[in-house]
C-alpha cells in the first residue's frame, strides 16, 4: 500500500498518527480533531489502514468527517448565515456573494482562482469574513489542498523520516566505532 497522500500520515484536516511502543509490537494510532470544540478522539490499530478506512471507523463512533465534527457538535443544530430573515442591504450582499463565488471560486477543484479569497470576498460585499467563510462553505464547498501540495508534502515528509533514520543509523555507528577506538587504545596503553 502507497502512503503518499496519506491525510492521517501527513498529519492534515485535523488528522494525524502516533506511533506507540507496545508488548511485542508498536501501536499506531488515528488522532482526529473537532474542528468545532478541539476535542479529538483516537482509533488504535495494529497497523496503519488507508484513510477511508480510518475515517470510517470516526463515522461508526458519531463522528462527522470533513469538517471534522465530534459526535457532540455534529448533533448541535447548524447555525447559517441566513438563519434570520436578512435585511435588504444583506439579501443584496448575499446576492454579490453568490456572484463573486460563482465567478471566482472552482467547486470541482475546491479553490479560489488566483487573486480571490474569502477576504477579497468579504472586502468587496462589506460582509465579515466568517459569514462569507460560512457562505462559501455552505453552497460551495471546502476550500481542498491541490494534489501536487499533497504530494510535495509526502516527499517532503518522507525524507524527513529517512533522515531521521540515517542519522540515528550514522551515530549507533560512530558510537560502535568510538567503543573499539577505547579498546583498542587500552589494551595498547595509548591514551585516547
Known amino acids: 500500500m502507497q502512503l503518499r497522500g496519506h491525510p492521517y500520515k501527513l498529519a492534515v484536516k485535523g488528522r494525524r498518527l502516533m506511533n506507540r511502543p507496545g508488548i511485542g509490537s508498536n501501536t499506531t494510532t488515528a ?3 473537532c474542528s468545532s470544540c478541539g476535542f479529538e478522539s483516537e482509533v488504535r490499530m ?3 489502514m488507508p484513510p477511508d478506512q480510518i475515517d470510517r471507523k470516526f463515522i461508526q463512533r458519531g463522528w462527522r468527517i470533513d469538517p471534522n465534527k465530534c459526535p457532540t457538535c ?3 443544530p447548524k447555525e447559517s448565515p441566513m438563519a434570520t430573515t436578512p435585511s435588504p442591504g ?3 450582499a448575499f446576492g454579490k456573494i453568490f456572484a463573486l463565488l460563482s465567478q471566482h471560486f472552482d467547486t470541482e477543484n475546491g479553490r479560489y482562482v488566483t487573486g480571490w479569497d474569502d477576504g477579497k470576498i468579504a472586502k468587496e460585499t462589506g460582509m465579515a469574513p466568517d459569514v462569507v467563510i460560512e457562505f ?3 453552497s460551495f464547498g471546502e ?3 491541490p494534489a501536487e501540495l499533497a504530494l510535495i508534502r509526502a516527499d517532503i515528509n518522507s525524507l524527513e523520516q529517512l533522515d531521521r533514520e540515517h542519522r540515528s543509523t550514522v551515530a549507533t ?3 560502535g566505532l568510538r567503543g573499539r577506538l577505547a ?3 587500552k589494551k595498547l596503553g595509548i591514551p585516547a
Open 90 to 92: 444583506a439579501t443584496k
Open 183 to 185: 579498546e583498542a587504545t
Open 31 to 33: 488522532i482526529l480533531k
Open 136 to 138: 462559501r462553505r455552505e
Open 74 to 76: 455534529a448533533a448541535k
Open 46 to 48: 495494529g497497523t496503519l
Open 143 to 145: 476550500i481542498r489542498e
Open 173 to 175: 555507528e560512530i558510537a
